[in-house]
């Protein structure tokens, strides 16, 4: 999962709402520290799926491991 830690990474970055996530790309999240290829991946594929509307009711600081 995402955890605390690299949640605050993504916040200092910009990403703090889902919206945010729109437009990046997964080579731009995996750029941030602790975040990496993979999760980048996942959390790209998860703003951009379905399962959208359970992600909206989640803000970066409720991310935990």
Same mark, same amino acid.
């Given at each position: ?5 690299? +949640? ?15 437009? +990046?790309?997964?080579?731009?999240? +995996?750029? %941030?520290? +602790? ?7 996942? %959390? %790209? ?21």
């Amino acid at each position: 999962g995402v955890g605390r830690v690299r +949640a605050r990474h993504l916040f200092n970055k910009g990403f703090s709402k889902i919206d945010d996530f729109k437009f +990046a790309s997964s080579d731009d999240l +995996a750029k %941030i520290p +602790a975040i990496g290829k993979s999760l980048a991946e996942d %959390i %790209i594929r998860q703003v951009h799926s379905k399962g959208r509307k359970k992600l909206d009711a989640v803000s970066a600081d409720q991310w935990a491991d």
